[in-house]
């Protein structure tokens, strides 16, 4: 049953260093998503993205996170400059033209 | 402002019986609703979901109720097994965006 992967499971930085989250959605999807879980808490929506482009965005992706589909198969988060803060898991999901979202199993960032 | 939220932190249930989660959600025009599962350091795993034009959907063990007069969700899983044991949570979308609200999460404990 196809999937959606995320690398690396774990990721800790320093605080002001940039790190890159990567996701390979599910290959025939074409909606992409990030969210993001601080621990014990509920999961919160950041960005969509279809087409090529941000389809709607939280109030939490400010300036300091970017998205990109650099080729057909990878979709990433950045964020520039990390902050205490943005410690949490960070969740790809991705769907068809059906609404069912998939989700990946996270990303679990620690900033120091 | 709009949210989805749940009324049980925690329920603990002997295997074999039934399960109910429930959900209350304060946004009437959303018009999707979605359970998912998430294990321990896991991503969320889609149960089950009901669009706003019915009342009832029944999948494998598990039946989502949506009742639009009380805006009210739950979720019942028949013969509750070990291996349900989990945090469940509720999310809804709203017309034509396509990001999901999560509510805060209900874990289920199964007993033996």
């Known amino acids: 049953e196809p999937e959606v992967t995320q690398t690396p499971s774990h990721q800790v930085t320093q605080m002001g260093q940039e790190v890159i989250l990567r996701c390979v959605p599910i290959?025939?999807?074409?909606?992409f998503y990030w969210y993001r879980q601080i621990l014990g808490q509920k999961v919160e929506f950041l960005v969509s993205f279809y087409n090529n482009e941000i389809s709607e965005k939280s109030e939490i992706f400010d300036d300091q996170f970017s998205v990109e589909r650099p080729d057909g198969s990878n979709f990433t988060l950045k964020i520039r400059s990390t902050k205490l803060e943005d410690s949490a898991m960070y969740f790809c999901?991705?769907?068809?033209?059906?609404?069912?979202?998939?989700f990946g199993p996270g990303t679990r960032l620690l900033v120091l | 402002g709009e949210s989805v939220g749940l009324h049980l932190p925690t329920l603990s249930v002997q295997e074999g019986d039934n399960s109910i989660i429930n959900c209350a959600y304060s946004n009437s025009a959303s018009d999707y609703f979605i359970w998912y599962k998430q294990e321990s350091g896991k991503g969320p795993q889609f149960i089950i979901d009901?669009?706003?034009?019915?009342d009832k959907r029944q999948g494998q063990r598990v039946t989502v109720l949506l009742n639009k007069t009380v805006k009210h969700l739950s979720l019942q899983i028949a013969a509750t097994q070990p291996g349900d044991s989990a945090v469940y949570f509720c999310?809804?979308?709203?017309?034509?965006?396509?990001?999901?609200?999560f509510g805060t999460g209900t874990r289920l404990q199964v007993t033996l």
């Open positions: 999901a991705s769907r068809e033209l059906q609404e069912t979202q998939y």
């Open positions: 999310a809804e979308k709203l017309g034509t965006a396509s990001k999901l609200t």
């Open positions: 009901i669009r706003s034009n019915m």
């Open positions: 290959s025939n999807h074409l909606y």
